[in-house]
T-cell receptor
Framework: AQSVTQLGSHVSVSEGALVLLRCNYSSSVPPYLFWYVQYPNQGLQLLLKYTSAATLVKGINGFEAEFKKSETSFHLTKPSAHMSDAAEYFCAVSANRGYQKVTFGTGTKLQVIP | ETGVTQSPTHLIKTRGQQVTLRCSSQSGHNTVSWYQQALGQGPQFIFQYYREEENGRGNFPPRFSGLQFPNYSSELNVNALELDDSALYLC?????????????FGQGTRLTVV
């Protein structure tokens, strides 16, 4: 079985401050991990993915995430928040089942305060 | 913006009716997955089609069914609609049915059951 837990359904940061969105995963096999962003009334856009190569993964829009197996974590960070980062962020896990079943967390809404 | 298009964008149906949602996958992609996203929740995996065959299914009842066509476009059919079926339905296309490839999402179909 596979699952992800996102800590904090809402996170508020000031513009220019560090963004930290937390994700812990559970998987019975080595996982592939993803972060997606969803803007209002839109679909999901991939920010970054971990597929067992480098543990520090860089994505689009200045985001990065670090895979920590010992902590079963895959937290998303960005050094300096922009107003345009306000959106909902989903952590997701996909295990090798021969098909791509992606299990999503419940999401974290990021608010950026001017 | 991805090349995945979904239609219609919004739909209102009455409980007990049947609905068909459509998805055109990104050019070159042979795999389509469908997800249900209830309000305030993360997307839930319904099923995946790979080269016109269903090759994975989540915890959804048989009244949720699908098709994939030779051009890899897909339909999601839901029979005997229930109020709880109200959600955003997302289609994602990818290549090869593998677990580590990026899935490109459409903007979704917002289904309201009254």
């Amino acid at each position: 079985a596979q699952s992800v837990t996102q800590l904090g359904s809402h996170v508020s940061v000031s513009e220019g401050a560090l963004v930290l969105l937390r994700c812990n995963y559970s998987s019975s096999v080595p996982p592939y991990l993803f972060w997606y962003v969803q803007y209002p009334n839109q679909g999901l856009q991939l920010l970054l993915k971990y597929t067992s190569a480098a543990t520090l993964v860089k994505g689009i829009n200045g985001f990065e995430a670090e895979f920590k197996k010992s902590e079963t974590s895959f937290h998303l960070t960005k050094p300096s928040a922009h107003m345009s980062d306000a959106a909902e962020y989903f952590c997701a896990v996909s295990a090798n089942r021969g098909y791509q079943k992606v299990t999503f967390g419940t999401g974290t809404k990021l608010q950026v305060i001017p | 913006e991805t090349g995945v298009t979904q239609s219609p964008t919004h739909l209102i149906k009455t409980r007990g009716q049947q609905v068909t949602l459509r998805c055109s996958s990104q050019s070159g992609h042979n795999t389509v997955s469908w997800y249900q996203q209830a309000l305030g929740q993360g997307p839930q995996f319904i099923f995946q089609y790979y080269r016109e065959e269903e090759n994975g299914r989540g915890n959804f009842p048989p009244r949720f069914s699908g098709l994939q066509f030779p051009n890899y476009s897909s339909e999601l059919n839901v029979n005997a609609l229930e109020l709880d079926d109200s959600a955003l339905y997302l289609c994602a296309s990818s290549l090869g049915g593998r677990t580590d490839t990026e899935a490109f999402f459409g903007q979704g179909t917002r289904l309201t059951v009254v």
